[in-house]
């Protein structure tokens, strides 16, 4: 499998041998396409092995990837080993291409797209993948065989006249269809197959529909026509990128990448499309990240504002602000929808992506107690009007009810950013962004007229600005820890020179960088931390910290620091520029859920600091914008 995890760049082929199992691909073997309900991860080989209908909460139609014996799969693949694979994506779009190259036999191209349209009412919920023949010959198995429920239920087929139906227990329908004649057969594993023998200039239609009847020709489906608006509404789409430096291609595939996260009927966008990929392949690391998170929604803000994409920005901002429920306050997390995230349950009877379980749907991080996600809100809020939005007297409220409760909870401890099963501390990182709160939302209550709350926020924001710098400092007060009156190292210490918590030029940012990088790196690499979480077990290196030990190298001046660190987690993204959650540092391998916001929500950040960095270095700061006020006030 040496071939597999070195396979980084479209230009270094994916090579599939007689005795190559499907199994041993990386995580990052996959490029992924959306429709904005639901996304689908499609392998190097031409396998669907991931993908939940209609959307991106529900229960899985297709989840080899966690289980390749009862998780279900949609392929199209070469019939014939050896065949090497080369994966793109359209450029300036979500339409997926895998060219298949079957020595003595011939070429061919696997274009796959879920049909995107400006109006969620209209979203169709289909898989359209065309397979053509591009030289020679070429012999292709076509396979469909869904598994609803996360695998516990095998459907019934029926074969009928133009494709087949399958039918789950509670009344699932999903439909497949494929050209030049009706071909499925049974297979002995499951599901049903067509083997398919093209010649050059050939090409096949394979439609799967969710919540079909019964299944029609190909033609019906209109996919010629659906492709090109889809290639059109894509690249309309991307020609909004008000960003022209040196990692365009970078920016637009993770603004891309974001879009597809993003839930279109409400604006929430998703931490991951997937469920329970390990941090660390054998270990128990598996979480659902299929839910919007609070904190999230300040990254997104920004990084949307500063790169052209203001609706997605905005969108996102309102799904927050009207889904924070001021009777149980500001939660971790929300469904997509705003509703309340699942229980956390095990599905026992999936092994896990290699082996690695136990498989989680739902999350029981839910219901802790993150101070944190509380800044993170009033920092998307401040950034709203800052970029040109205007909160309204109903923002005010919502930002006022929770900002108040904050006056007397910053004394008390908290779970943090990084949802331990260990128990509560006085995280710093969490501290910090009470302070943020106050700070923020005292400027917020200024522009209400609300002097009164301007006048206790700044004075209680003092004042846990003083706490901090008592208790979150080493013993000899030359850097920060990551609990009072503690002596570890914690990656969110890097966000005290972000939020601009001291001037960027006090040493005590300086060293605790240093000190940071001295206890959680490796090469240009960072964890998180090194502390027992009560979880057990090694996970990789954090791809978001890593992107934050970059722009924080660029705040404090050390810019060829921070350019080699940003083109380390860079070039670790996969053949298609995608990012999961975590890195493994000594193969550069990609862990966790796939694709992770956080990750690329990072990389639009840091690529932003470092741009204006070395423009500074260059050509003095007299001439470089702030990089907020850079962007044009058009919000409204």
């Not at 529909?209 to 033609?219: G, Q, T, V």
């Not at 941090?279 to 659902?288: I, K, V, Y």
Request: glycine share 10%; aromatic share 8%.
């Amino acid at each position: 499998m040496d071939l597999y995890s070195t396979a980084k760049h479209a230009a270094r082929p994916f090579v599939f041998r007689e005795d190559d199992s499907a199994a041993d691909l990386p995580i990052g073997a996959h490029g992924i396409i959306g429709d904005g309900f639901s996304a689908a991860l499609v392998r190097v080989d031409g396998a669907i092995d991931w993908l939940c209908m209609p959307r991106f909460d529900s229960p899985s139609l297709f989840a080899a990837i966690l289980d390749p014996e009862r998780g279900g799969i949609a392929a199209i693949t070469p019939s014939r080993r050896p065949f090497e694979s080369l994966q793109r994506y359209d450029p300036d779009t979500n339409v997926l291409e895998t060219l298949f190259t079957v020595p003595g036999q011939g070429v061919g191209r696997l274009t796959d797209f879920m049909p995107w349209v400006d109006d969620p009412r209209a979203s169709i919920h289909e898989v359209h993948r065309r397979i053509e023949c591009v030289e020679g010959t070429l012999k292709v198995d076509v396979i469909f065989d869904p598994r609803f429920s996360y695998g516990q239920d095998t459907p019934e087929i029926d074969i009928g006249e133009h494709g087949v139906l399958a039918r789950g227990k509670n009344g699932e329908r999903v439909v497949a269809v494929v050209g030049r004649g009706n071909t499925w057969t049974r297979r002995e594993c499951g599901g049903v197959q067509a083997r398919l023998s093209l010649r050059t200039g050939q090409r096949v239609w394979n439609v799967i529909s969710w919540d079909a009847s019964d299944p029609e020709p190909p033609a019906a489906y209109r996919p010629f026509d659906l492709l090109r608006d889809t290639r059109h509404r894509w690249r309309e789409w991307s020609a909004r990128l008000e960003y022209d430096g040196p990692w365009r291609h970078h920016m637009l595939r993770s603004a891309l990448t974001m879009k597809l996260l993003t839930y279109a009927p409400t604006g929430a966008m998703v931490a991951a499309p997937t469920t329970s990929l390990p941090e660390w392949l054998g270990g128990s690391r598996n979480w659902d990240y299929r839910y919007a998170w609070a904190r999230d929604a300040a990254l997104a803000v920004r990084a949307n504002n500063l790169i052209g994409f203001r609706s997605e920005a905005r969108d996102f901002f309102h799904f927050l602000r009207d889904t924070v429920d001021l009777e149980v306050g500001l939660k971790v997390m929300y469904g997509i929808d705003g509703s309340r995230v699942p229980d956390e349950t095990v599905l026992s009877h999936l092994s896990g992506y290699g082996g690695s379980g136990p498989v989680r749907v739902g999350n029981g991080a839910r219901d802790q107690v993150q101070l944190d996600s509380t800044g993170a809100l009033v920092d998307a809020a401040h950034l709203y009007e800052h970029f040109g939005g205007t909160l309204t007297v109903r923002a005010w409220r919502t930002l006022r009810g929770v900002i108040d409760t904050l006056q007397s909870a910053w004394r008390l401890p908290d779970h943090g950013i990084w949802e331990p099963r260990s128990g509560k501390r006085h995280n710093v990182h969490s501290k910090l962004m009470i302070w943020l709160a106050l700070d923020r939302g005292a400027g917020i209550a200024r522009a209400f007229g609300s002097v009164d709350r301007h006048d206790v926020w700044s004075s209680c924001a003092d004042e846990i600005h003083r706490d901090i710098l008592k208790r979150g400092l080493s013993k000899d007060g030359s850097h920060f820890v990551s609990v009072y009156d503690g002596q570890s190292a914690d990656a969110t210490l890097l966000q005290l020179a972000s939020h601009a918590f001291l001037p960027g030029d006090d040493p005590r940012l300086a060293n605790t960088v240093d000190f940071v990088r001295r206890e959680l790196g490796r090469g240009p690499f960072l964890h998180r931390y090194r502390e027992d979480d009560g979880v057990g077990g090694e996970e990789g290196a954090f791809v978001l910290c890593g992107f934050w030990l970059a722009e924080v190298l660029a705040l404090i001046g050390r810019v060829d620091e921070a350019l080699e660190v940003f083109s380390a987690h860079v070039d670790a993204s996969n053949h298609l520029g995608l990012l999961a959650e975590e890195i493994d540092p000594s193969n550069g391998s990609l862990l966790g859920n796939f694709p992770q916001a956080f990750s690329h929500l990072g990389l639009i950040n840091a690529a932003l600091r470092i741009d204006r960095a070395l423009r500074i270095r260059d050509e003095g700061s007299h001439r470089v914008p702030h990089l907020i006020g850079a962007v044009p006030r058009t919000i409204s």
